[in-house]
Structures are given as C-alpha cells and as structure tokens.
C-alpha cells in the first residue's frame, strides 16, 4: 500500500512504524512542516496501562521509551502551602522531544520515509495518489477543516486559559498547586520528566486572567507574574519559556472519523483535557488500533470503517472522564474553601473513574486521614 501521513507527532510516526512493521513493501512517507529538534512544550506524562500497549505493539521503541522514563506513584496537592502526597498511582513523564526523537530513529530504522519542513497544503492531490492518507495533523487540522462536511467536527473552545512553561525545579510526582490571590485563583501542574526539567503548566480561569491584566503583559512579564505567584513552590527557580503563550483548551469530537481513503488520527480526531494527561498515550493508542484494523480486515474503506467502530466507544468514555476534570478545573474557585486533605479528595475522584474503595486500595493512609 502507498501510504501519507500528515503530521510526524505522535499519531502520525506511531502508525507509520506500526505499518511498516507489518509489511515492509508498503511505501509510508510521513510529511512534518516543522524540522526534527523542533517542537513546543515540555515532558508529556503516560500513565500506567499504556506501557503495556506500547510493548505488545513494538518492543523496540518501547524499550527505548522507557528507558528514558521518569516514573513515579504519587499525585501531590498543594493548598494553602500545604503538601497532601496521595500515593498508589502509576505515572511516567518523558520529554516530548525526546519521544519524537526515539520515533523518528524507529521510523529511519524500518524505512518510513520523514520529509521535514515540508507543509501539506494540496490535500485533493495528496489523497488522489495515495491508497491511505492519514491526517494526523494535531489540533487544529487543517484536514479536519477543508473535508468538514464529511467529518462533521464538533470543537468548543473553553474558557480557562493555561500556558505551558518548564522550570528546573523538580517535582517529583504529579503535582497540583493552588495559589490562590488577589486577582483570582491559579492551578499549576507539574511533574520532573527528565534528570533537570519539570513541566509547570499554569492555568486560570477568564475573570482571574482578566483581573490580573495579563491582555496588557509582554511575555516577559506574564513570566515574571506568575513566578511571583508561585513563588514559594518554586524555590527560587524561574520559569521556562518556549514561546509560552497563553491558550484556550480546544475540545475535538468528530461525528464520522474518515472519508473515503482519509481517516484522522490523535489530536486531530479528538482531545482530551491535559489535567488527565491522555493525548499522547491516546494518539499511540489510536495507530494501534488502526493498525490492528488493517490487520483483521481487508480494503482500505471496510478497515477504516472499522477503526471507528471499535475506537469511538473507548474515545468517548475518555472524553468523558476528562471532561469531568476539566470542568473541575474551570471551577476550581469554588473549592478552594476546602481543607487541603478534602481538596486533595475531592480531587482524585474528580473524573468519577477513581471511588473511595479504589483510593483506598492505592492508599490507605490517605483515606483514613480523609475519614478522620
Ligand atoms: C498544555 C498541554 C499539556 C499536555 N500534556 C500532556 C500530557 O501530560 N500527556 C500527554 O500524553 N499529552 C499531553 N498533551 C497532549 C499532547 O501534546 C498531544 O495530545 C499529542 O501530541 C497528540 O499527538 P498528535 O500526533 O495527534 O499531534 P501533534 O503532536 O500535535 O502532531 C501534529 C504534527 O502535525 C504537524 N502538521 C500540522 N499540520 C501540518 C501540515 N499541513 N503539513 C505538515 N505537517 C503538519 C505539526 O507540525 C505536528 O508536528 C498536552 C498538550 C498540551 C497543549
């Protein structure tokens, strides 16, 4: 099969590897507008399950992956300069360039041709000379866009604004700190994902973001604020910019997911709301399933069709717990009455997936102290 895939971020470079694994006559040629040391953002965090995925799919990269993990087990809340530690819980963060990098090596390896600095603007002609075109183009596919009357997309952009910075302070585990100020409330989430980096994403909600005046800020500026609001918890360290600047979440569903030999793929086909830390590991997960589809079912539309039918009810189910985090999130003002132990309660079953019996289970201690 001659196979294009817009997008060499996760989705994208997964699926080709998957591919060409499995048959190594199809000709897979991967187009990425950026080139290969750039990338925005930070660490990326897995959580437990899907390494297990990753192994059965391709034991190589999997290798590789995770040897480049930083693991941990415990989810930290800080209220009111209080640290709550709630263990029993099974992350890894990895840099996220360091993830495309060990992809991008895969992909060399297995003969998945990458053109980088190569934008795809002409999808008719692109599709027209391929048998599969994968538009694995990331959150604002333009793909999405130009076939939306086939794809039906659904997108609602949400009110609270976060911005993704790094800091070399280390935090080691998954940390979220509530700040709270004379403007409004901050929640930062933070996790190591290397022997020096953490991620530090700050978010808020539109009358916190208004009121500290941040539509009048340079990026300098906005930095220097939100290291003074946290500044107790960064001990001294500032915040790291990548051309951080402010963003709104965008939620993406789609209605149907392919047309004719066009199928879309990771944060072009859905999102999920980054305080549950899916969007990689749902990318990935989605070029496993694709894959398997072609593997089961013969012709490219009657595999397509397939993808969607066993994938949408798992999307949708994950769609539905982050969408509970989310929204937590956006009202997170109106818990901040809470004592640091019942925030941090409160917290760990937000998305309705974890109950007390499971919490307890993963820690004890930590529900007796919530009982008490
Ligand atoms: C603040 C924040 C925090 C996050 N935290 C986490 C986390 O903790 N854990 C986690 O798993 N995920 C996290 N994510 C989500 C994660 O970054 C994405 O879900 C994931 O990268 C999706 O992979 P993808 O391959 O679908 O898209 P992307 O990684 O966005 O890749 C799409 C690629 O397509 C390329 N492209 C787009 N259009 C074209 C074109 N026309 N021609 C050529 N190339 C094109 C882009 O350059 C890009 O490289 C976070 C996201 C944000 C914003």
Redesign the pocket.
């Known amino acids: 099969m001659k196979i294009s895939v817009?997008?060499?971020?996760?989705?994208?470079?997964?699926l080709a590897i998957l591919m060409k694994k499995a048959d190594a006559t199809h000709e897979i040629v991967i187009?990425?507008?950026?080139g290969p040391d750039?990338?925005?953002?930070?660490?990326?965090?897995?959580s437990g399950k899907t390494l297990a995925n990753l192994r059965a799919a391709d034991e190589l990269s999997h290798a590789e992956i995770t040897r480049n993990f930083e693991a941990w087990d415990n989810v930290d809340v800080v209220h009111r300069g209080e640290k709550i530690s709630i263990h029993g819980n099974s992350f890894s963060?990895i840099a996220?360039l360091r993830l495309?990098k060990i992809l991008q090596r895969r992909c060399e390896e297995l003969g998945v041709e990458i053109r980088f600095r190569?934008?795809?603007?002409d999808?008719d002609s692109l599709k027209a000379d391929c048998d599969l075109l994968v538009a694995?183009?990331?959150?604002?596919?333009?793909?999405r866009q130009t076939f939306k009357d086939n794809f039906g997309p659904d997108l609602s952009v949400r009110p609270n604004k976060?911005?993704?910075y790094g800091t070399n302070r280390l935090f080691y585990g998954l940390t979220l700190t509530f700040r709270e100020t004379s403007a409004g409330v901050f929640a930062a989430?933070s996790?190591k994902f290397d022997q020096t980096t953490s991620?530090f994403?700050i978010e808020c909600d539109p009358e916190t973001w208004n009121s500290a005046g941040f539509a009048e800020m340079s990026d300098e500026e906005t930095r220097a604020y939100l290291a003074g609001v946290f500044a107790a918890d960064l001990n001294g360290q500032p915040l790291l910019s990548n051309n951080s600047k402010w963003?709104n979440?965008l939620l993406v569903k789609n209605a149907r997911w392919s047309r004719e030999n066009v199928v879309l793929?990771?944060?072009?086909?859905h999102?999920?709301h980054?305080s549950i830390?899916?969007?990689?590991?749902?990318?990935?997960e989605?070029a496993i399933t694709l894959k398997e589809c072609f593997d089961e079912t013969p012709g490219v539309s009657a595999a397509l069709e397939r993808f969607e039918e066993v994938r949408k009810p798992v999307i949708k189910e994950y769609q539905a717990a982050a969408y509970e985090s989310m929204v937590w999130f956006e009202q997170a003002r109106d818990y901040m009455h809470l004592t640091p132990t019942e925030l941090a309660y409160v917290l760990m079953t937000r998305s309705g997936r974890v109950d007390r019996e499971s919490l307890r289970r993963r820690d004890p201690e930590f529900v007796a102290a919530y009982e008490a």
Do not use: Q
């Open positions: 817009i997008g060499g971020g996760p989705a994208g470079m997964y187009y990425e507008r950026n750039d990338t925005f953002g930070w660490g990326v965090v897995f963060g996220r495309l190569t934008e795809v603007a999808f694995a183009d990331g959150v604002n596919s333009l793909v976060y911005i993704w989430h996790y991620t994403i963003i979440f793929l990771g944060d072009a086909l999102t999920a980054f830390g899916s969007g990689t590991k749902l990318a990935m989605d």
